[in-house]
């Protein structure tokens, strides 16, 4: 069966990624920790490979994107020459509720190799069109905080994107940007064609000020792409008023995206067919797997995500 390396990335919670891990052994798994969080207690997991030149992340920045190209870089070297390989990405929150091996027999039988939904973004809505026509910078005035420096913030956000005239669409092409979830699963052939796009300067130029570019930058590049855009599982989707959380991959996250999930949500989460979900703290964890534990026993669930067409 191809391998599938792991790539997560954590900026909290030791313990989560260190129960992660240990469900996720045996295979490669490569963890980026945020560069503002002591990586002491994560250097003690065991069967993880650290990146080492870590990113200062911040949300809705492009720093999440060159976070992500390490991660990455690190998975392909891990698999090395492995036919059939793909890169699952997964966050420090997120947790199998499946057996693994129903996972990998997924990834293995369905007809597309390439597991990242998306929608257009240029699709005439000013919400949508103004991720990325507008300039935005939360690496330069990060979100979070609170009182005075969250107000000054987001007004230092406002200043700098002021007067600055809006992309014009033709910009992109001849890329079709798309919106998706972050937590996709792309073989290693289809990344070995779009990183050096992915790298290339002018390309990062174009999106180092849209609004949650990681949510867009690889989807676009593999939805662009003349070969691996005809591998995804629906090409690129009407939105019909969908937001990412309603079309993930392979793992369940709840609608509103900021949910932490305890034992109550088990149902929910064994009904969407899920392979992993997310969010999830170490101290809940257990409660977590109990939930759906508990909810499989009364009904098992589809076989495959939700959202997803059945196993043949």
């Given at each position: 069966m191809p391998e599938i390396a792991f790539g997560v990335l954590a900026h909290q919670d030791p313990e989560m990624a260190r129960r992660l891990a240990t469900a996720l052994a045996g295979h490669p798994v490569v963890l980026h920790v945020d560069a503002t969080t002591d990586i002491t207690p994560f250097r003690d997991i065991p069967g993880v490979r650290l990146v080492e030149d870590r990113v200062d992340v911040?949300?809705?920045?492009?720093s999440e994107v060159e976070a992500v190209l390490r991660v990455y870089r690190d998975c392909l070297d891990e698999l090395g020459d492995a036919p059939g390989a793909k890169v699952a990405l997964l966050s420090g929150a997120d947790y199998p509720v499946r057996p693994l091996e129903e996972f990998f027999a997924y990834a293995e039988s369905v007809p597309w190799s390439e597991?990242?939904?998306a929608i257009p973004v240029l699709d005439g809505t000013p919400y949508m069109e103004n991720k990325i026509r507008r300039r935005h910078f939360y690496d330069a005035a990060p979100v979070g905080g609170a009182g005075w420096t969250k107000r000054r913030?987001?007004?230092?956000?406002?200043?700098?994107?002021?007067?600055?005239?809006?992309?014009?669409p033709e910009a992109f092409a001849p890329l079709t940007p798309v919106w998706g979830s972050t937590w996709t699963m792309l073989s290693k052939e289809c990344l070995d064609e779009i990183l050096p796009q992915a790298l290339d300067p002018q390309v990062q130029k174009l999106f180092r000020h849209t609004q949650t570019p990681l949510e867009m930058y690889f989807a676009t590049l593999v939805h662009s792409h003349p070969t691996w855009s005809t591998r995804t599982e629906l090409g690129i989707e009407p939105r019909d008023g969908?937001?990412?959380?309603?079309?993930p991959n392979f793992s369940y996250i709840h609608p509103t995206l900021g949910v932490w999930l305890d034992e109550t949500y088990g149902e929910e989460i064994v009904q969407s067919g899920g392979y992993f979900a997310r969010k999830i703290r170490s101290a809940d964890l257990d409660a977590v797997l109990r939930g759906v534990?508990?909810?499989?026993?009364?009904s098992?669930?589809?076989s495959a995500p939700r959202s997803g067409r059945p196993r043949a």
């Open positions: 911040r949300w809705g920045g492009f597991h990242v939904r913030r987001g007004a230092t956000r406002r200043l700098l994107s002021a007067g600055l005239p809006r992309r014009r969908k937001w990412p959380s309603e079309f534990e508990q909810a499989r026993a009364v098992p669930g589809p």
